[in-house]
């Protein structure tokens, strides 16, 4: 896994450490009432990355880690 974890529950507690300004930008919301931060849990972790394919996601971040800026300037055009 990218953030070098292996196991679900290891990539929850990366997850959850994340800076706020990640999880903006990833879309999360904040409960309307604690204002606490609504991230995912284990199951729903689970199940998106079961879901995942491998090979694509491998060479996914293979690009963008030799082509770091590639992928952000037509967004940014």
């Given amino acids: 896994m990218v953030s070098g974890s292996s196991?679900?529950?290891e990539i929850v507690k990366w997850a959850a450490d994340l800076p706020d300004a990640a999880w903006d930008r990833l879309g999360a919301t904040r409960d309307a009432f604690t204002v606490a931060r609504r991230v995912p849990d284990e199951s729903a972790l689970s199940r998106v990355l079961t879901g995942i394919d491998a090979?694509?996601?491998d060479a996914a971040v293979y690009r963008w880690l030799l082509f770091p800026y590639e992928c952000c300037w037509s967004r940014l055009s």
Avoid: Y
Wanted: hydrophobic residues 65%; proline residues 0%.
């Fill in 7 to 9: 196991r679900v529950v």
């Fill in 55 to 57: 090979g694509a996601l």
